[in-house]
């Protein structure tokens, strides 16, 4: 009789992710620096397998018990805080938004954002802790589409728009970062543009399929306009239908459109948040009514006095 030589147990990175412990990324780091313990021996390799069932699994000497039951919210992130669990400024971050909300006595999760938004960004962040789905919505091969609000100053031709459309070159990095002497290029991917909301200062809909570093605000400095404000109102098929600074839990329905979406299948998007809905009634001009015709006019006219 052969034995199997399927490795046993699941990688450990993947199940502090899945204790709630941290992210995949964090527990990485925590299995680097010698924090990880299994069966009393510490473990400092990404590759080591262990099951939870029957290893004895210890995080700076606490016993892990078990997995922590997974949890999937939508938060509207307000501008002026930080997409991370902690920040080295001590800027207020999105983990405290949801701690606070949740009161001090309410059963604590840790949860974990699934990609960024910038400090000045606002809108739709995902929170779980569910380090596997959220490892894979984060994986840019997943192609999982994103829809913002953006705000730009001045009015773009509608050339610089169809470079957005098409793709247009922006800096990998960080802006203007340079290596080796020269600045670091990449072309994104095609986008969705549709003006919202006209004005000197006008609102458009952007839907994007990739999460590069402040990609927005570059592609449209790229073409000559900054952008003001940046709201993101969808996230596959969830729209954005929660205040600032409020969360929510998401559906069954949701979470498994989430799961479709991270592996690459279509999802058909909710309605149009009312949100959106509220600017795009602001941005259509009022009907102006037809002319009448000449027969119409004469109709009108007061009938002048015999003489």
Known sequence: MTQST???GERLQKILSQAGIAS??????LILEGRVQVNGKVVTELGTRADLEQDHIRVDGKLLHGRE????????KPRGYVTTVSDPENR?????????????HSARVRL???????????GLLLMTNDGDLANRLSKAAAGVEKTYLVKVAGVPSEEGLDQLRKGIMIDRGRL??????????????????ELVRGGENPWFELALTEGRNRQIRKMFE??????????????????????????RELTPGEVTALDRAAKGQKVVPKQKTPEFAQLKKVATPKK?????????RKERRPRSSSR
């Open 6 to 8: 399927e490795p046993r």
């Open 24 to 29: 995949r990324r964090k527990a990485e780091e």
């Open 69 to 76: 039951p997974q949890r999937y919210y939508m938060l509207n």
């Open 92 to 104: 207020p971050t999105v983990v405290d938004l949801i701690a606070k909300r949740q009161g001090p």
């Open 112 to 122: 974990y954002p699934v990609g960024r938004l910038d400090y000045l960004s606002e």
């Open 176 to 193: 203007n970062e340079v290596r080796s002497g020269r600045r670091d290029r990449v072309v994104t991917a095609p986008a969705r543009v």
């Open 222 to 247: 790229e073409i000559g306009h900054h952008v003001e404000k940046i709201r993101r109102i969808g996230y596959g098929a969830l729209r954005l239908d929660v205040p600032p600074g409020e969360f």
């Open 288 to 296: 102006v009514g037809r002319r009448p015709t000449s027969s119409a």
